[in-house]
């Protein structure tokens, strides 16, 4: 069973950057997704991002679009998400998570189990 691992988070001022990486262990098919999911202090679990582990889609939801970047590191197994003009709405805990179908990242991760620990992101005013 592939496992991921969060990190890149920490504390930024409101018009930062971060860089967040998800580091896969085992084989993910090139057609399977990784998504990009925050949860904010008190609040669900939203989807923001996803890309096919292959690199060659990518999906945005509203909030993030022109902001936040997806990438894959080719030649290794890592996926990224680069958050440009960080807002203080930004701020919680970023998880990513691996899916066989690309699309079910946003419309069916509230049925996802076994959530890895996330990485902390804090964008302050």
């Known amino acids: 069973q592939v496992q991921l691992e969060e990190s890149g988070g920490g504390l930024v001022q409101a018009g930062g950057s971060l860089r967040l990486s998800c580091k896969a262990s085992?084989?993910?098919?090139?057609?399977?997704?990784v998504g990009w999911f925050r949860q904010a202090p008190g609040k669900e679990r939203i989807f923001l991002a996803a890309?096919?582990?292959?690199?060659?889609?990518?999906v945005y939801e509203d909030p993030v679009k022109g902001r936040f970047t997806c990438s894959k590191d080719n030649a290794g197994n890592t996926v990224y998400l680069q958050m440009n003009s960080l807002k203080p709405e930004d701020t919680g805990v970023y998880y990513c998570?691996?899916?066989?179908?690309?699309?079910?990242?946003?419309?069916?991760?509230?049925?996802?189990?076994?959530w890895g620990q996330g990485t902390q992101v804090i964008v302050s005013s």
């Open positions: 998570y691996v899916h066989p179908t690309f699309y079910a990242l946003a419309t069916r991760h509230h049925q996802f189990e076994n």
């Open positions: 890309i096919t582990w292959s690199g060659g889609s990518t």
């Open positions: 085992g084989d993910i098919h090139p057609t399977y997704g």
